[in-house]
């Protein structure tokens, strides 16, 4: 196999996981293939193939003679944005023109009865064999590629098998309805898929690009490269990812984060591919080609995920094998038993025999899982809730504890002033001061004290020369009334004498996690600016809603113990502090030990622990590395996110036991209805049909999910 290459092809008529499951069986009993995935709900085969011992035209060949078209390459490398499929109207499909050749068939022999009803068995049985042809040879081609016992092969044998005791007219009904059932079938997955192609509509095609000379020019979004600058007037798509370089405006990111709310976007600010701009000029410097913007990842990750199996599509998958075979031999049982037993009528068993094998189709159990995953990871696409795969989409409805990382993720990751406390004049003197000193700073605790005087729009105090800064110690400047200095306790202990009752104000400050910087005058301390990382507006309820699920919450945190007592508790919830990247790794081995553990992070050093988790989870605006190791990423960077997809996870969840006990419970009063006689067979593939529907339908629903508070 060291030949082997990658190898992806679109297929077309493949619309539930019973198709997928009979071309991975035909695929693995092909010489020099391996790794096959299938995907029914992204319609795709990838594989690796030794192109000496298996060519890609033999791979289309046995597509084919399964009943399925192969419509080409995938987009491997995806060099461009992601493109629409160019697809027919279902009514032009080949499994319409089956269910209009079926339907024809059957009228012609209906209409043809009243004629010659002496000719009425002859004429039926001529519209089924006709009918049953194009599923015979399906039938016929499964066995061959090692899946005999598959749904075709059901409907054949009970076709021809009531065509040969004189049931005809059912035979001929049954084939149609068995048309018309894969029909609705490709219908319903056609749905499913245009949740997700529907995202690429979002990204306009065009974009105006500012040129060298400064004037417009209209370019091809595949033509913007990154650094250059783009407009969007009121009412365009952002064209691609980039940050605000000039312009202020409303941006509506409903399309592509779910939030309701229009954000104001200044310089400085983030914008995504395919949000709205609303009602001002923004001039845009790209930072992410259009291959790789926000929307193409949201797409490529869906569809990466609808390839990937759930443990319980699996499991369903496992059953399946099994089930077939097994229903096959109970249907066999039901037109032995009874006749040699205990003297019944054999046609009146053989009939009822039949009955069975149609019942026992597994259409609507192998499609329960699936089809309930492919539309939770749709929902949650269009949410902001990126989740990369069915497994991690199960495992986060059965986690018992969601442990979050600290900076970036339960706080805004930058400090905020919280305290000004004057001990000599007015608060804002204090503020002004301090952030005049600070002004030309660019420490984190400057530029927050910086952004707090600018947000009480005060006048800062004119500065004579430049600040001279002390690494770790404080910051020192010229004013009007002298030198002022900003800096920690310990450079103004070494200073002057701090008397005890400020020495407990600052104590009590750091007792809360907060940072304390200390304002002096010619030795003379002014005043105390407390400032501290604080959590993000929705932490608390984020957290709550994670408790009234009965999930344990816990923060695990690089910084000292006091820091991540004086946040967590705020919160509602324990801590662990000081650790490192590898502390942080054995504390989630500890506790996955009681159950599943979701790692909710953002940085490089949470990339070992998400990693490690049952579920990684990964803040929006976190690092490149921590989208890449989660298995989950939250686009609307909130806390709420967590809750949504444990509470998205558990609704899918209980989406698929619904699928599961409406496929087996139908089928399980039909079996009994059919023993007693009362099931007939148009009865009986109807039955299977309507299940399939009905799965389908519960599935959709997932589509409009919304997490409720």
Known sequence: MAG?????????????????????????????????????????????VDPDRTSQRTIEEKIRALGYQPAGLAQEAQPALPTKRVKEPWWQGSKARLVFMTGALFAAAFVSSFFLPEWNTWLYGAAA???????????????????????????????????????????????????????????????????????????????????ASGQTESVAVEALAINDIVVARPGDRIPS???????????????????????????????????????????????????????????????????????????????????????????????VVPPLAFGGDWMTWVYRGLATLLIACPCALVISTPAAIASGLAAGARQGLLIKGGAALETLGKVVTVAFDKTGTLTRGHPKVTDVIALAGLEDDVLA????????????????????????????????????????KSVTARLKTGFASVGSPRHAAEE????????????????????????????????????????????????????????????????????????ASGLGMKARGELLPDAKLAEIGRLKEAGPVAMIGDGINDAPALASASVGVSMGGGTDVALETADAALLRDRVEGVADLVALSQATLGNIWQNIAIALGLKAVFLVTTLFGVTTLWMAILADTGATVLVTANALRLLAYRPSK
């Open 496 to 567: 002057t004498d701090i008397p005890a009752e400020v020495r407990e104000r600052i104590l009590a400050l750091e007792n809360e996690g907060k940072t304390v910087v200390v304002l002096m005058a010619k030795k003379t301390i002014e005043g105390l600016i407390a400032l501290r990382d604080e959590p993000r507006e929705d932490a608390a309820t984020g957290v709550k809603r994670l408790k009234d699920r009965g999930v344990r919450v816990l923060m695990l945190s690089g910084d000292n113990q006091r820091t991540a007592n004086a946040i």
């Open 129 to 211: 064999l006709v009918s049953v042809v194009p599923f015979a040879r399906r039938a016929i081609a499964g066995a061959r590629a090692g899946s005999p016992f598959s749904i075709e092969t059901l409907m054949t044998v009970a076709a021809l098998g009531a065509v040969a005791i004189g049931e005809a007219e059912e035979a001929a009904v049954v084939i149609f309805l068995f048309a018309v059932g894969e029909l609705l079938e490709t219908v319903a997955a056609g749905r499913a898929r245009a949740g997700i192609e529907a995202l690429i509509d979002l990204v306009p095609r065009n974009a105006l690009r500012i040129t």
């Open 4 to 48: 082997a290459s990658p190898l992806k092809i679109q297929i077309e008529g493949m619309d539930c996981a019973a198709c997928a499951l009979k071309i991975e069986t035909a695929m693995a009993r092909l010489p020099g293939v391996s790794d096959i995935n299938v995907s029914y709900a992204a319609g795709t085969l990838a594989l690796n």
């Open 433 to 472: 001061k301090a952030a005049a000193v600070e002004r030309n700073v660019s420490h984190p605790l400057g530029i927050a004290i910086v952004e707090a005087a600018t947000e009480r729009a005060l006048e800062l105090p004119q500065v004579f020369g430049g600040g001279i800064a002390v690494p770790g």
């Open 241 to 335: 990812d980039g940050v605000v370089e000039d312009g202020s405006s409303e941006v509506n990111e409903a399309p592509v984060t779910g939030e309701s709310v229009p954000i104001l976007k200044e310089p400085g600010a983030k914008v995504y591919a395919g949000s709205i701009n609303a009602n001002g000029e923004l001039r845009i410097r790209i930072t992410h080609v259009a291959a790789d913007n926000t929307i193409a990842r949201i797409i490529h990750m869906v569809e990466e995920a609808q390839e990937s199996k759930a443990p319980t599509a699996r499991m369903i998958d496992r059953f399946s094998r099994w089930y077939t075979p097994a229903a096959m031999v109970v249907a066999a049982l039901v037109i």
